[in-house]
């Protein structure tokens, strides 16, 4: 995860918390555990009561080395630099599984769509689901133009706004899980650092989906706040 803006356009407010693990920097943390030595790791599914994002691995702390977490005693006590802000916009690749760096599927068109309502690539969008998720053209007549899945099938996906052109056999479509003001949720890859596009919609972690970047294979993006933030409203 990648410190992109915050809603009010403030700069990044950081604090150095210590921790209870080695964590990396990208990775989310929450609230204390009981027993625990200091901040938390997340989990893929969870972030509630998230404390922020790591920054850094206590370099910041330590005159410019990282600390490794250690309980021995005569070493240096782990504490990393945290981003806290509970408006903070994080920017995650999208990611074909849950290895992070795993590229999307390309799906292509295998029967048009003379409407342009239906997307027919043979991938069973019913399953994961991905009724109210997003499906974007990138290659053919209506490349760049996105649409919400509206209903599924086991090879197609429906939109009730049609794309401004036919849907035709050799066109190359993705599809996301999120929708823009829309999903509370985006599920993370297993290193914590950014999104697994391959779970059904409504599966994940606590987050609002502000914004997509939809490109390609490698460099689509969801913009996405913490919800559930121990400084924001309310947990």
Same mark, same amino acid.
């Given at each position: 995860? =990648? ?14 918390? =210590?921790?209870?693990? @080695?964590?990396?920097?990208? @990775? ?9 030595? $200091? ?41 990393? =630099? ?73 090879? @197609? ?12 056999? $050799?066109?190359?479509?993705?599809? @996301? ?59």
């Amino acid at each position: 995860m =990648k410190f992109y803006n915050t809603i009010g356009g403030s700069a990044p407010h950081y604090r150095r918390y =210590k921790v209870a693990a @080695a964590h990396a920097v990208g @990775a989310p943390v929450i609230r204390t555990a009981a027993g625990a030595t $200091g901040v938390t790791i997340a989990t893929t599914t969870s972030t509630a009561n998230a404390i922020g994002v790591v920054q850094d691995n206590g370099a910041d702390y330590n005159a410019g080395v990282n600390i490794p977490y250690s309980t021995t005693q005569g070493d240096v006590e782990a504490v990393y =630099k945290v981003i806290i802000n509970p408006d903070a916009i994080w920017r995650l690749l999208l990611n074909e599984g849950a290895t992070d760096g795993t590229a999307l599927t390309v799906r292509t068109v295998s029967t048009a769509a003379s409407d342009g309502l239906v997307v027919t690539t043979g991938f069973d969008y019913s399953s994961p689901q991905m009724d109210e998720g997003t499906v974007w053209c990138t290659s053919g007549a209506n490349v760049g133009q996105s649409r919400k899945i509206t209903s599924t099938s086991t090879t @197609a996906a429906t939109v009730i706004m049609p794309f401004l052109n036919d849907t035709v056999v $050799g066109d190359t479509f993705q599809h @996301a899980p999120y929708f823009v003001g829309n999903s509370p949720f985006v599920q993370l890859t297993s290193n914590l650092l950014n999104a697994d596009n391959s779970i059904a919609v409504g599966s994940g972690a606590g987050f609002s989906v502000l914004d997509l970047e939809l490109n390609g294979v490698s460099d689509s993006y969801v913009l996405a706040i913490l919800i559930d933030h121990v400084f924001g409203v309310s947990t």
